[in-house]
C-alpha cells in the first residue's frame, strides 16, 4: 500500500463515516431495488458528488448487476470501481513540458494551500535548478512563508517590497530566473476570492506581464483547492477558469477530510486533470491522483 493511500485512508476514515455508514444503513436492510438506488443517490449527492456526478455513478453501478449475495465489502467495491469510472478522466501525469525555463503559476482562493503546494512540489525535482518568485505582495508573512520553504529545499527566493505591484515583481523575477538560467520558476500568487474584482484583475494582469517576458508562459497555471471546502470548490473551478488559463488542479487537505466527494462533481460539470493532491503539511505529503485508490479510499475501503 503506498504511502499517501494510508495516510488517505486515515484521513477519510474522519469525515467519511456519513457516507460510509450510510452506505453500511442502506445496504444492511434492503434488497437492492430501485428505491435502494435512489437512497444511494441522494447519499452520493450529500457527500457533495452533484446530481450529474452521482447519476453517472448509480448508472455504472446498475450495470455491474451486483448479485444478492454480495456482502457489503463486494458492493462498496462495486460502488468505488462507479465512482473510479467517473473519476478517471481527470487522472493525468503532470508533465513538465520541454521549455528552457517552465514557468508554473500557483492560484486559488486564500488558504487553498498554494504556497504549502509549491515548497512540495519544488521538492520533487531534484535535479532541476529552480527558483521561487513571492507574487503574493498582499501578506508580509506570505513572503516569509515562501521564504522558509526557499531555505527548506535550498531555493532562491525571489522578494519584492511589502504591498509592491504584483505584475512588476514577476516581471523582474522571470528576467532574473531567465539570467540564471533556472529551469523552472513558480510563482505564488495572492490568494484571492473569485469574486473581488481588483484581485481578479490583477491576476490578469501577472499573466499579461508574464507573455511579455516568456509568450509561451506560464506553461502551467495550476489552481489549489481546499478540499475541506465542500460545495463552494465546484464554483472556484469554474470561475478560475474564466479568469485565467487553468490546465490542472492540486487538491489539497485530502488527510483531514472525506470532503473527496466534490471530485466527482469536478469530475462530470468541470472536468480539469488532477496532478496531485495534498495530504499533510510536510514535504513529502504531496502525491500523484490516482482514481482508484482514491475511490476505494473514500468508500471507506482499505
Ligand atoms: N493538513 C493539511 N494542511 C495543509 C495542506 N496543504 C496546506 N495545508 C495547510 O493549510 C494552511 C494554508 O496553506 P497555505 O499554503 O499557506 O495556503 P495559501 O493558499 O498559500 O494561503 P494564502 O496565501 O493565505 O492565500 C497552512 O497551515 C498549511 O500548512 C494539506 O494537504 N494538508
Ligand atoms: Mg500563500
Redesign the pocket.
Same mark, same amino acid.
Request: proline share 0%.
Given at each position: 500500500m503506498s504511502n499517501w493511500f494510508s495516510k488517505l485512508g486515515l484521513g477519510l476514515k474522519k469525515s467519511s463515516t456519513p457516507l460510509t455508514s450510510g452506505l453500511g444503513s442502506i445496504f444492511s436492510k434492503k434488497k437492492l431495488d430501485s428505491s435502494t438506488l435512489e437512497e444511494l443517490e441522494e447519499l452520493l449527492i450529500c457527500s457533495d458528488m452533484g446530481v450529474t456526478g452521482s447519476n453517472q455513478i448509480i448508472k455504472n453501478f446498475s450495470a455491474q448487476r451486483v448479485n444478492k449475495e454480495a456482502t457489503n465489502e463486494d458492493i462498496r467495491q462495486t460502488l468505488a470501481d462507479s465512482l473510479a469510472v467517473v473519476l478517471k478522466s481527470c487522472e493525468k501525469k503532470f508533465e513538465l513540458g520541454d521549455a528552457k525555463l517552465v514557468v508554473i503559476m500557483m492560484v486559488?482562493?486564500? #488558504?487553498?494551500?498554494?504556497?504549502?503546494?509549491i515548497g512540495k512540489l519544488a521538492a520533487k525535482f531534484k535535479d532541476k535548478k529552480i527558483s521561487f518568485i513571492a507574487g503574493?505582495t498582499f501578506?508580509a508573512a506570505?513572503v516569509e512563508?515562501l521564504s522558509v520553504w526557499g531555505e527548506r529545499n535550498k531555493i532562491r527566493v525571489f522578494k519584492g517590497t511589502p504591498g509592491c505591484d504584483a505584475a512588476g515583481l514577476c516581471f523582474d523575477g522571470l528576467q532574473e530566473a531567465l539570467k540564471q538560467q533556472d529551469d523552472i520558476v513558480f510563482i505564488?500568487t495572492?490568494?484571492r476570492l473569485q469574486n473581488k474584482t481588483n484581485l481578479v484583475e490583477e491576476l490578469q494582469k501577472v499573466v499579461r506581464v508574464i507573455k511579455k517576458v516568456i509568450p509561451e508562459a506560464p506553461h502551467h497555471t495550476l489552481l489549489?483547492l481546499d478540499a475541506t471546502t465542500g460545495q463552494n470548490t465546484l464554483d472556484q473551478v469554474k470561475t478560475f477558469k474564466n479568469m485565467v488559463d487553468i490546465n490542472g488542479l492540486i487538491i489539497?487537505?485530502?488527510? #483531514?477530510t472525506a470532503k473527496g466527494g466534490i471530485l466527482a462533481a469536478i469530475a462530470t460539470e468541470s472536468p480539469t486533470p488532477v496532478y496531485f493532491i495534498?495530504?499533510?503539511?510536510g514535504i513529502d505529503?504531496?502525491d500523484e491522483f490516482n482514481a482508484s485508490d482514491f475511490a476505494r479510499s473514500l468508500m471507506g475501503l482499505k
Open positions: 486559488g482562493v486564500n #488558504g487553498a494551500g498554494k504556497t504549502t503546494a503574493d501578506r506570505a512563508q505564488d495572492a490568494g489549489c489539497n487537505k485530502l488527510d #483531514g495534498g495530504v499533510g503539511e505529503d504531496l
